[in-house]
């Protein structure tokens, strides 16, 4: 099993009362320490422009802009985003910017892409707000799109929701036959089956039954569109708040609600805050994660992507993480 881990950017309440004009440098040390060692595979931001569980006027740093900087200040660890909404910049762009960021960083980008979903974000930028078919139908095209671009160099392509003509993509990405797709989304009927046709990578719940379920739903549609199901990484995204004890656990968890609730209102911060009390869900003792892990390891998952609402202020849960649970897994 590898693993990933989030950069705290803003978009979960996770840079409060961090001066703004401090947080790249909050970032960025982060970004330096997991690069510097051998335990992380790779590291993650959210495409998005507001913050959750609400929108709030706290800072939400923008993914892209983010990759370009940590490709010219990491060195080894890969860079993705979790997931990039296709609808939020046209796809002929977006593979040159793509492209441009995988050569800064001498070829480390992974393309996380999904269909967008966050409503209030999307109308606000002036998006209007699709419905769900017509997402999935432009996430479809935009692959195709930047496939086509990075492989060839050139793009022409006339669909439904996107044309380009002759867009010319150069340089192309250092890696050989473009970026590695990450396809996100567990919509049974669509995005698995757009995952089956084009990704490398999947993302999808980390809850062991509804993983198995996805698993064996993309395994039916590669069956149909012809690929082949074991060639693709199956991942899933957890939220790590590890304590040496429960108690150290809750503590942690009561912290977190307490740097958020002043914004979002109590009830939200409680609903955010239960979706991560549990070890499915990634919070827990060493000993409960490594239990969990193992079972979504059994299942096919192959790569998880870690979480840490604590990340800006304490880095002692990654330690922990790093120390009692990644060995177990290797």
């Known amino acids: 099993m590898r693993f990933g881990l989030f950069i705290p950017q803003g978009w979960r309440l996770d840079l409060v009362g961090i001066d703004p004009r401090d947080q790249w440098r909050v970032m960025s040390d982060l970004a330096t320490y997991v690069d510097a060692g051998d335990a992380w595979d790779s590291l993650w931001v959210y495409d998005h422009f507001h913050t959750v569980p609400v929108p709030t006027d706290e ?12 490709a010219a200040t990491t060195s080894r660890i890969k860079l993705g985003q979790m997931c990039t909404a296709m609808s939020y910049r046209n796809p002929a762009y977006l593979a040159k910017v793509a492209a441009t960021a995988d050569v800064i960083s001498g070829g480390r980008i992974q393309m996380g892409i999904g269909g967008g979903w966050y409503e209030h974000e999307w109308r606000a930028y002036g998006y209007g707000f699709p419905s769900a ?9 935009g692959v195709q799109i930047m ?34 797709l990450w396809i996100a989304g567990g919509g049974e009927k669509v995005t698995l089956r757009i995952a089956a046709k084009y990704a490398q990578y999947t993302n999808f719940t980390s809850e062991p039954d509804g993983f198995e379920h996805k698993s064996r739903v993309l395994a039916e549609h590669c069956k149909d569109v012809g690929t082949d199901f ?14 040496t004890s429960e108690a150290d656990v809750e503590d942690r968890l009561a912290r977190v609600r307490s740097r958020i609730s002043d914004l979002t209102g109590e ?10 009390n549990s070890p499915q869900a990634g919070s827990g003792t060493p000993e409960q994660l490594v239990e969990s892990l193992q079972r979504l390891r059994d299942l096919g998952c192959e790569y998880v992507i870690c979480y840490f609402p604590e990340a800006a202020y304490d880095r002692s849960s990654i ?12």
């Open 133 to 141: 078919g017509t997402r999935l139908a432009r996430l479809d095209e």
């Open 267 to 276: 009830a939200a911060a409680d609903a955010m805050l239960n979706a991560m």
């Open 147 to 180: 496939r086509d671009a990075w492989r060839d160099g050139v793009v022409s392509f006339d669909g439904k929701h996107y044309q380009v003509d002759g867009a010319i993509v150069a340089p192309r990405p250092l890696q050989d036959g473009g970026l590695p």
């Open 59 to 70: 800072a939400t740093h923008e993914a892209w802009s983010l990759m370009s900087a940590y």
């Open 230 to 243: 074991d060639a693709i990484v199956r991942s899933a995204n957890i939220n790590a708040v590890v304590g």
């Open 319 to 330: 330690e922990l993480f790093e120390r009692e649970i990644m060995p177990a897994l290797a």
